[in-house]
Each structure stands twice: as C-alpha cells, then as structure tokens.
C-alpha cells in the first residue's frame, strides 16, 4: 500500500525581508509590519534548532497571535476610516490566518505541535500578508491628512 502521507522535505521558507517596496504608506503600519517579520524569523530560526523547546516555541508563536491581533485591528480600523471597499474580505483574510495561527498555538498547548506544519504557515502567511493582502489597498492605508490644515 502506498504510504498515504510520503515524508515532506522539512525545507523552511525565508521570511521576505521588507523593503521601501512594501510600505504601505502608514508609517505605524509599517513599523508593526517589520516587527511581524521579525518575529517570524525569530520563530522560524527556533523551528530550525532541534534544541529548542516546545516552551519557547509556545512563547515565540504567543508573540506574534499578539502582534497579529494589533496589527489587524489597527490596519482594520485604519482600512474603515478611509472607506475601503473591500474591508469585509480584507478582515475575513485577517480572520482565517489568526485562527490558523492560534490553532497551532493550541496545539503547541496540548504538546502535538507539528513544526514543519508551524514553519509553512508562518512563512505562507508572512509572504503573502503584506504584498498579496495589503498592498493591493495601500491607498486606503494613508496617514491622515490633518497637517493640511496647518499650510
Ligand atoms: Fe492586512
Ligand atoms: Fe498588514
């Protein structure tokens, strides 16, 4: 019988480093978008060490669910204020990948936490959150204009 779940190559994804060419015109956003990144690669390089406990996993993931939480609520609110078209689907998009990630957060609790699992979200989610999702809306991501006011 042919084994229904052949061994997956355990090759972790890099993370995408941001660049200027993924501002989003938001400098908060931004910034929270670099801390994500970062996160992630703190977390995909504990994947990486056999050493690493399941405890800090725990910790590295629980950091970014928090992060991820903030951010969406902020981008969201931000998306809502300037009316974006598209904010229901946008939101949905935030919905889905947060309960991935707190689905292996619970996982990671009970201790049946797959890490080759764990490393293929984080870095699907990470290479696609900002240019595939936000990007695209980036024009209802701008700072407010309040200064002009003060022309
Ligand atoms: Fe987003
Ligand atoms: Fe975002």
């Given at each position: 019988?042919?084994?229904?779940?052949?061994p997956?190559?355990?090759?972790?994804?890099?993370i995408?480093?941001?660049?200027?060419?993924?501002?989003?015109?938001?400098?908060?956003?931004?910034?929270?978008?670099?801390t994500?990144?970062?996160?992630?690669?703190?977390?995909?390089?504990?994947?990486?060490t056999?050493?690493?406990?399941?405890?800090?996993?725990?910790?590295?993931?629980?950091?970014?669910?928090?992060?991820?939480?903030?951010?969406?609520?902020?981008?969201?609110?931000?998306?809502?204020a300037?009316?974006?078209?598209?904010?229901?689907?946008?939101?949905?998009?935030?919905?889905?990948?947060?309960?991935?990630?707190?689905?292996?957060?619970?996982?990671?609790?009970?201790?049946?936490?797959v890490?080759?699992?764990?490393?293929?979200?984080?870095?699907?989610?990470?290479?696609?959150?900002?240019?595939?999702?936000?990007?695209?809306?980036?024009?209802?991501?701008?700072?407010?204009?309040?200064?002009?006011?003060a022309?």
């Open positions: 019988m042919q084994p229904k779940n052949p997956k190559q355990h090759r972790v994804k890099a995408p480093q941001w660049s200027p060419s993924l501002s989003v015109g938001h400098a908060k956003l931004d910034e929270q978008h670099i994500l990144l970062e996160l992630g690669r703190d977390l995909m390089r504990l994947l990486e056999d050493a690493a406990s399941n405890e800090q996993v725990h910790v590295a993931l629980e950091d970014i669910v928090r992060q991820a939480r903030l951010h969406d609520s902020l981008e969201e609110s931000i998306l809502e300037n009316g974006c078209p598209t904010l229901a689907e946008h939101k949905q998009a935030h919905q889905t990948a947060r309960n991935e990630l707190t689905n292996m957060l619970s996982a990671a609790l009970r201790g049946d936490l890490r080759p699992e764990l490393s293929r979200l984080i870095a699907d989610w990470m290479g696609h959150h900002i240019s595939e999702n936000d990007l695209p809306v980036k024009d209802y991501m701008k700072q407010p204009t309040k200064a002009r006011a022309n």
